[in-house]
């Protein structure tokens, strides 16, 4: 691993403060660059805090220094690099190659940025830690759910959920990993910023009574309520129904098994279905054409499933993404193993199926607690 080639030093100075100076070595050459930046002795409070941003500055102008000796081993001008790739349009390269939810919530995480942030030209280095650090406390204490967009509402927008600040920041510190592993930022200014800690989010699914009084009504848009039984029967995610076409189902001698590639992992999965699964598919059509003939974004098709539960007197939350927990606690509820459940819902680790265990659990819980008392009062 190569040495840094710059580094951030300090002098002490006659008076008692301290100057910051950054110490360069290039092909053995070496020079000091006194940033006319000092450090006051820390009495109170705010002289701890005044140093704190005193230093943030001075490893930003060493951030500036890496990358440009780094440009120039790599045959590029010192300096076009380091002040010239935009933030706004790096994290919108990243976002514009995700799909589906994913790329929601990502664009939405830009949207957060640029509410937090007014200007529409900083760059890559302008990300510091302390420009980080009001970002969480942009997420914190000011964010609400609808100040990302334009859209006019007669009801009061609440602040944004502890999964969602969550959910904003982690994109955030994505992106930033991602222009230190294309070797465009030193560090990652994320680095020395608390994340927000991940909060068990409600999980809203089905019951097999329910889901049985759903099937019986038909559904206002007839072809997402078949996608929706279908994803029901199968956990898959809206973005993998959507994506199927029949080259993506075999028939075997042991059923009807789908063999295709995971929207959101990249993973590529070999899933046997049930039979009353298959039913949903409708008639094999040809190997290049979608099962299902529905190209709406899944934030179209929730109000057919709001109307549909609503008609079959389920009073719950449900949106399309609820039948993939419905799968599973179905799976859990019928005896099957967690390791088996994991696979089936294409996980790649248990822990993310453990929380379905957690929430059978709880109803075993409220079950045995209906048990009539037997003691005589």
């Given at each position: 691993?190569?040495k840094e080639?710059?580094?951030?030093?300090?002098?002490?100075?006659?008076?008692?403060?301290?100057?910051?100076?950054l110490?360069?070595?290039?092909?053995?050459?070496?020079?000091?660059?006194y940033?006319?930046?000092?450090?006051?002795?820390?009495?109170?409070?705010?002289?701890?805090?005044?140093?704190r941003?005193?230093?943030?500055?001075a490893n930003?102008?060493?951030?500036?220094?890496?990358?440009?000796?780094?440009?120039?081993?790599?045959?590029?001008?010192?300096?076009?690099?380091?002040?010239k790739?935009?933030?706004?349009?790096?994290?919108?390269?990243?976002?514009?190659?995700?799909?589906?939810?994913?790329?929601?919530?990502?664009?939405?995480?830009l949207?957060?940025?640029?509410?937090?942030?007014?200007?529409?030209?900083?760059?890559?280095?302008?990300?510091?830690?302390?420009?980080?650090?009001?970002?969480r406390?942009?997420?914190?204490?000011?964010?609400?759910?609808?100040?990302?967009?334009?859209?006019?509402r007669?009801?009061?927008?609440?602040?944004?959920s502890?999964?969602t600040?969550?959910?904003?920041?982690q994109?955030?510190?994505?992106?930033l990993?991602?222009?230190?592993?294309?070797?465009?930022?030193?560090?990652?200014?994320?680095?020395?910023?608390?994340?927000?800690?991940?909060?068990e989010?409600?999980?809203?699914?089905?019951?097999l009574?329910?889901?049985?009084?759903?099937a019986?009504?038909?559904?206002?848009?007839?072809?997402?309520?078949?996608?929706?039984?279908?994803?029901?029967?199968?956990?898959?995610?809206?973005?993998?129904?959507?994506?199927?076409?029949?080259?993506?189902?075999?028939e075997?001698?042991?059923?009807?098994?789908?063999?295709?590639?995971?929207?959101?992992?990249?993973?590529?999965?070999?899933?046997?279905?049930?039979?009353?699964?298959?039913?949903?598919?409708?008639?094999?059509?040809?190997?290049?054409?979608?099962?299902?003939?529905?190209?709406?974004?899944?934030?179209?098709?929730?109000?057919?499933?709001?109307?549909?539960?609503?008609?079959?007197?389920?009073?719950?939350h449900?949106?399309?993404?609820?039948?993939?927990?419905?799968?599973?606690?179905?799976?859990?509820?019928?005896?099957?193993?967690?390791?088996?459940?994991s696979?089936?819902?294409?996980?790649?680790?248990?822990?993310?199926?453990?929380?379905?265990?957690?929430?059978?659990?709880?109803?075993?819980?409220?079950?045995?607690?209906?048990?009539?008392?037997?003691?005589?009062?």
């Amino acid at each position: 691993m190569d040495k840094e080639p710059v580094k951030l030093r300090r002098r002490t100075r006659p008076n008692g403060t301290i100057s910051l100076y950054l110490d360069t070595c290039i092909n053995g050459v070496r020079t000091n660059e006194y940033l006319k930046l000092y450090l006051i002795p820390e009495r109170t409070r705010q002289d701890r805090d005044a140093n704190r941003k005193t230093l943030e500055i001075a490893n930003t102008i060493k951030a500036r220094r890496i990358i440009a000796v780094q440009s120039q081993k790599a045959g590029f001008t010192s300096g076009v690099m380091s002040d010239k790739i935009l933030f706004l349009e790096f994290f919108k390269q990243i976002a514009d190659s995700k799909e589906g939810t994913t790329h929601t919530s990502w664009m939405n995480a830009l949207q957060h940025i640029k509410a937090y942030d007014k200007r529409s030209h900083i760059t890559l280095l302008d990300i510091t830690t302390a420009w980080v650090r009001g970002f969480r406390e942009y997420l914190d204490k000011k964010a609400t759910q609808w100040c990302i967009d334009d859209r006019k509402r007669k009801v009061k927008p609440l602040p944004i959920s502890e999964g969602t600040k969550a959910l904003m920041f982690q994109k955030l510190t994505a992106c930033l990993n991602e222009a230190v592993r294309q070797d465009l930022l030193p560090s990652s200014p994320a680095k020395a910023v608390k994340g927000f800690g991940q909060t068990e989010s409600e999980r809203e699914y089905l019951t097999l009574e329910e889901l049985r009084r759903l099937a019986e009504i038909p559904c206002p848009a007839p072809e997402i309520g078949r996608m929706f039984l279908f994803a029901c029967l199968t956990g898959l995610r809206w973005s993998d129904v959507c994506g199927l076409r029949w080259s993506n189902v075999m028939e075997t001698e042991q059923g009807t098994r789908l063999i295709f590639t995971q929207k959101k992992t990249r993973a590529l999965e070999y899933l046997d279905i049930s039979s009353q699964a298959a039913s949903f598919l409708g008639d094999r059509g040809d190997d290049g054409s979608f099962v299902f003939r529905n190209s709406m974004p899944t934030q179209t098709a929730r109000p057919y499933i709001s109307a549909w539960v609503r008609a079959a007197g389920i009073n719950k939350h449900i949106t399309f993404h609820c039948a993939r927990h419905t799968f599973a606690i179905l799976m859990l509820d019928l005896g099957t193993d967690i390791y088996t459940v994991s696979k089936l819902l294409g996980h790649k680790c248990l822990e993310t199926t453990e929380v379905y265990a957690k929430i059978l659990d709880r109803n075993k819980k409220a079950a045995v607690e209906k048990i009539p008392d037997i003691l005589k009062k």
